[in-house]
């Protein structure tokens, strides 16, 4: 059964969502909470696995991933489950959703310039036998928030 979050659990995960690295003292006073209340909180997001871990949020161009485009996959269904697996195993694909609409899934992919995602799609995207037709749109700008 999913847990069920209230406002403060809600705020406690914005706050997460800009440093997760902060530390309970500095998520309690953000929230305005005491750092035992804080504390519990994030441990009980944590064992329901509503948070699910920490890591980085890492600049694509400053790390080396000059080029990125959005990717929309037609695929043959009932391959859904080997298709994914091999596009978790490219590198460059970021992030995988399984959608429904005009296309079944849609990619994240980042590459070192043109050529290479050139090459990840008409190369690796395009040889999966589960994989219909693509889709690209380039993405000029992004940006995360909070």
Same mark, same amino acid.
């Given at each position: 059964?999913?847990?069920?979050?209230?406002?403060?659990? =809600?705020?406690?995960?914005?706050?997460?969502?800009? !440093?997760? $690295?902060?530390?309970? %003292?500095?998520?309690?006073?953000?929230? /305005? @909470?005491?750092?035992?209340?804080?504390?519990?909180?994030?441990?009980?997001?944590?064992?329901?696995?509503?948070?699910?871990?920490?890591?980085?949020?890492?600049?694509?161009?400053?790390?080396?991933?000059?080029?990125?485009?959005?990717?929309? =996959?037609?695929?043959?269904?009932?391959?859904?489950? !080997?298709? $994914?697996?091999?596009? %978790?195993?490219?590198?460059?694909?970021? /992030? @995988?959703?399984?959608?429904?609409?005009?296309?079944?899934?849609?990619?994240?992919?980042?590459?070192?310039?043109?050529?290479?995602?050139?090459?990840?799609?008409?190369?690796?995207?395009?040889?999966?036998?589960?994989?219909?037709?693509?889709?690209?749109?380039?993405?000029?700008?992004?940006?995360?928030?909070?």
């Amino acid at each position: 059964m999913p847990l069920e979050l209230d406002e403060l659990d =809600l705020r406690i995960l914005k706050e997460l969502r800009i !440093d997760g $690295r902060a530390s309970i %003292s500095a998520v309690a006073a953000a929230t /305005h @909470i005491s750092r035992a209340n804080a504390y519990t909180r994030v441990n009980r997001l944590i064992d329901s696995q509503v948070i699910r871990g920490f890591g980085a949020r890492v600049d694509p161009v400053l790390s080396g991933q000059h080029s990125s485009a959005y990717v929309t =996959l037609t695929l043959d269904q009932a391959s859904w489950q !080997d298709t $994914r697996s091999r596009l %978790s195993q490219i590198p460059e694909v970021n /992030h @995988i959703a399984l959608v429904g609409g005009d296309f079944d899934c849609i990619l994240l992919v980042r590459a070192r310039d043109n050529g290479d995602l050139r090459r990840v799609v008409l190369e690796e995207l395009q040889s999966i036998p589960g994989v219909k037709s693509t889709k690209t749109a380039l993405i000029f700008e992004d940006f995360e928030t909070a």
